[in-house]
């Protein structure tokens, strides 16, 4: 049975950081795409950035972004450093294993308020 449990989110005031976890169990990680997504109050779920089994960010552009993801197989661990949030930031964040994805965590709420 896969699991994928994120962690990291909180309150953060606009301009902050936070650093989001998902730690993948059940499946080899290093052979599936990781990505992280989030869904606002009232949007549909959308994705935010992604890697690949390869280590290939996507958008290939993703650094040059506030957010950067960032994966470490030896604990089955994906990131995602995000910076200089702001309010429209607010959402539930996920992650996402495979292309589909076809397995999802329960997510973390990130709220960017003054």
């Known amino acids: 049975q896969v699991q994928l449990v994120e962690s990291g989110g909180g309150l953060v005031q606009p301009g902050g950081s936070l650093r989001l976890s998902c730690v993948a169990s059940?499946?080899?990680?290093?052979?599936?795409?990781v990505a992280w997504f989030r869904q606002a109050p009232g949007n549909e779920r959308e994705f935010v950035v992604g890697?690949?089994?390869?280590?290939?960010?996507y958008p290939e552009d993703s650094e040059k972004g506030r957010f950067t993801i960032s994966r470490d197989n030896s604990v089955n661990t994906v990131y995602l450093q995000m910076d200089n949030l702001r309010p429209e930031d607010t959402a539930v964040y996920y992650c996402?294993?495979?292309?589909?994805?076809?397995?999802w965590g329960q997510g973390t709420q990130v709220t960017v308020s003054s």
């Open positions: 996402g294993l495979g292309y589909g994805p076809d397995y």
């Open positions: 059940g499946r080899r990680f290093e052979d599936y795409t």
């Open positions: 890697v690949t089994w390869g280590f290939r960010r």
